[in-house]
């Protein structure tokens, strides 16, 4: 019964911040690494940002310096603080975890900037 919820999508404009949220459930993820992705219309889902439990982190050259992964592991909860925020980074913003066998996705939360 694992479950991911994604929240704090909305419409901003460029130069605006946001904070997104993935409360996970169903087991305890401080130990899994936790993944931010996005899917813009007309283009592949891409990874963002990766956590590691012990909270390294790792992000696409495209949102460095602007975006920030951090993870709240008491309340089984990741966050997605994006500031400095540009048109192109419109898109559908997914929560991702792979547990074996799989990986498991949040519904998605839209992300709209304003030019």
């Known amino acids: 019964q694992v479950q991911l919820v994604e929240s704090g999508g909305g419409l901003v404009q460029a130069g605006g911040s946001l904070r997104l949220s993935c409360a996970a459930s169903?087991?305890?993820?401080?130990?899994?690494?936790m993944n931010w992705y996005r899917q813009a219309p007309g283009k592949q889902r891409e990874l963002v940002a990766t956590?590691?439990?012990?909270?390294?982190?790792v992000y696409a050259d495209s949102v460095k310096g602007r975006f920030t992964i951090s993870r709240d592991n008491a309340k089984n909860t990741v966050y997605l603080q994006m500031s400095s925020l540009k048109p192109e980074d419109t898109a559908v913003y997914y929560c991702?975890?792979?547990?074996?066998?799989?990986?498991?996705w949040g519904q998605g939360t839209q992300v709209t900037v304003s030019s």
């Open positions: 991702n975890v792979f547990i074996t066998p799989r990986p498991y």
């Open positions: 956590i590691t439990g012990g909270g390294s982190t």
């Open positions: 169903g087991r305890d993820f401080s130990f899994n690494v």
